[in-house]
């Protein structure tokens, strides 16, 4: 079975640039898993990010951005903030209507 | 405003059966693919069944496959999970969301399913 594969954790200092990213247990995540992001504070709903790659959802700041790096998914956050620090989810589209998330990067801002 | 309500969550014994209702607004319901996406206490997210935008096709995660069925109605703009045959590891938050571009743009508040005795 297919385990999509993220950081457990991460950290970044304010005004930092960090990458998260997103992974495959076997082989190499590529556009046509059409990766997506997902941003959750505890108690809320997630909040879409990126899809497609590298589409910012509406009203997502551009220093959020998404891309395919060798052969992972990436999250980039240039110039964090505080109220960035949050859990970041991927997920990759396997076809035949099957989503897999990831297990989640709780990213803290300090 | 682009909005999902669920409800229907609440407290029930391994067994028996709850069923989710989402409740659609601000776009064009019969226009876009819906999901369930539930969260255990302290876990993350898993895509628990998706349906097409008629209701012609429908697919689950294999945990739950022949206890719940997800279906929608157009006419009301809703969208409904039927859980059977609870189990404790069904507990979880369960959001509604909608399909867009191969991912879930547009999340509920998400409604509170405890299996318990």
């Known amino acids: 079975q297919t385990v999509v594969t993220q950081e457990p954790s991460f950290s970044v200092s304010p005004g930092g640039t960090v990458t998260l990213t997103c992974g495959l247990s076997?082989?190499?995540?590529?556009?046509?898993?059409?990766p997506s992001w997902y941003q959750q504070t505890p108690g809320q709903a997630p909040r879409t990010l990126i899809y497609?790659?590298?589409t910012r959802s509406y009203g997502v700041p551009d220093r959020f951005s998404g891309s395919i790096l060798g052969k992972k998914a990436a999250l980039t956050i240039t110039g964090a903030q505080a109220d960035d620090e949050s859990d970041y989810y991927c997920?990759?589209?396997?076809?035949?209507?099957?989503?897999?998330f990831g297990g989640g990067t709780k990213l803290t801002v300090l | 405003e682009v909005q999902l309500v669920e409800s229907g969550g609440g407290l029930v014994q391994p067994g028996g059966s709850l069923r989710l209702s989402c409740a659609a607004s601000?776009?064009?319901?019969?226009?876009?693919?819906m999901s369930w996406v539930r969260q255990a206490p302290g876990k993350g997210l898993e895509r628990v069944a998706n349906?097409?935008?008629?209701?012609?096709?429908?697919y689950y995660v294999d945990s739950v496959k022949g206890r719940f069925t997800i279906s929608r109605d157009n006419a009301e703009n809703s969208l409904f999970l039927q859980m059977n045959s609870l189990r404790a590891e069904d507990t979880a938050v369960y959001y509604c969301?909608?399909?867009?571009?191969?991912?879930?743009?547009?999340w509920g508040q998400g409604t509170k399913v405890t299996v318990s005795s």
């Open positions: 969301a909608r399909l867009d571009w191969n991912a879930f743009d547009i």
């Open positions: 601000g776009f064009t319901f019969s226009g876009y693919w």
């Open positions: 349906i097409r935008k008629d209701g012609s096709e429908k």
């Open positions: 497609t790659t590298d």
């Open positions: 997920a990759l589209y396997m076809g035949s209507g099957t989503w897999v």
């Open positions: 076997s082989g190499s995540v590529s556009t046509s898993y059409y």
